[in-house]
């Protein structure tokens, strides 16, 4: 049986959030071609694999080497090409996290593989096991769909919060299975010198139910604390668009967009954004939007669901008040 292979990222200890993503979007492709779903996890232990074979998976390759260096895209790479030389997968799903994207290409080239990017919906012919990918084109103002060619396997990078992860099922079982690879120092280029962590506080913005958007037409950095305020009432976090950070006024580690991060929140609250496309891109997932702009003909304004036409400073404060009110 073929088999579809997740590249399943480890963050401090434990699997990446995109991993039950991955799964997810794997056991969709499973479903018409009937391969087998398994997770690649390099670097990873035996807890792990039970882990992904929790969320959906029916097998997890365990991989090791004193070589592989967390964080370090080199080692990601020469490990999962590898395993692809052994296992010989029909498709690899990788997310578009940094470590990802940068593993994903390399990969596919060498294995003289077909790829496609930032892909937001996958399915596959029954027949011919061959994969099409949804991915957003002209600045996410288009869908387009494309398929590989007969060469395997077929890399596909998904966005995040694409697929939703399935619920942890302790009852599922599968094979954990650890791979004895051996990786070549001369193909490692970099080395991880340092790790730095950014201190935050509250939600993080990929996780969070509801986000406050602060947008260029507030004007400059000072009204943030306001949104921070209002973000804080509904147990949410504050994002922005990529003006807003390329202005400085906040870090780009807020950016939301297509050249920021993938938000999917049941509720996003836009202060003062245009809706460019880019930042629709990032946001598109929302499942309600709610635009506060001076501007009703907008692209934010034009598709909200519910939209304030007023200065945000008449509306913020009244908001918060009218919230902590209702408890």
């Known amino acids: 049986m073929s088999e579809i292979l997740i590249f399943a990222e480890i963050e401090e200890g434990d699997l990446h ?3 039950g993503e991955l799964i997810a979007a794997g056991r969709k492709i499973s479903d018409d071609t009937g391969d087998s779903v398994s997770v690649a996890i390099i670097g990873g232990n035996q807890d792990l694999g039970s882990k992904a074979i929790a969320l959906g998976a029916d097998k997890a390759y365990i991989a090791n080497d004193n070589a592989i260096s967390e964080g370090v895209a080199d080692s990601y790479l020469a490990a999962l090409h590898k395993i692809c030389l052994e296992v010989e997968p029909n498709v690899v799903l990788s997310s578009k996290t940094p470590i990802g994207r940068a593993v994903g290409p390399r990969l596919a080239y060498r294995l003289g593989s077909g790829i496609a990017q930032d892909c937001m919906d996958v399915s596959a012919d029954s027949g011919s096991g061959r994969v099409t990918a949804t991915r957003p084109v002209y600045g ?3 869908m ?3 398929t590989f060619a007969e060469k395997n396997p077929q890399v596909i990078i998904m966005r995040l919060k694409a697929f939703e992860s399935a619920e942890p099922d302790s009852g599922r079982s599968g094979d954990v299975v650890e791979l004895n690879i051996s ?3 001369s ?7 340092e790790t730095v962590k950014q201190e935050s506080e509250g939600v993080r913005l990929e996780d969070a139910s509801v986000i406050i958007g602060m947008g260029r037409g507030l004007g400059g950095p000072e009204p943030f604390s306001q949104l921070e305020d209002l973000a804080k009432v509904f147990n949410g976090a504050v994002g922005a668009s990529r003006a807003v950070c390329d202005a400085g006024w906040l870090d780009h580690s807020y950016q939301i967009g297509l050249t920021g991060k993938t938000v999917t929140p049941d509720v996003y609250i836009t202060v003062g954004i245009s809706g460019a496309s880019q930042h629709m891109a990032g946001m598109s997932g929302s499942k309600n939007i709610v635009a506060i702009n001076r ?3 907008s692209n934010m304004v034009q598709s909200s669901r519910f939209a304030v036409i007023e200065d945000y400073k008449k509306v913020i404060p009244a908001l918060i008040e009218e919230i902590k009110n209702l408890g």
Do not use: M, R
């Open 17 to 19: 959030s995109t991993a």
């Open 140 to 142: 996410g103002n288009a």
């Open 144 to 146: 387009a769909k494309f």
């Open 183 to 185: 990786l070549d120092e």
């Open 187 to 193: 193909d490692l280029k970099t080395k991880l010198v």
């Open 295 to 297: 501007d009703e003909d």
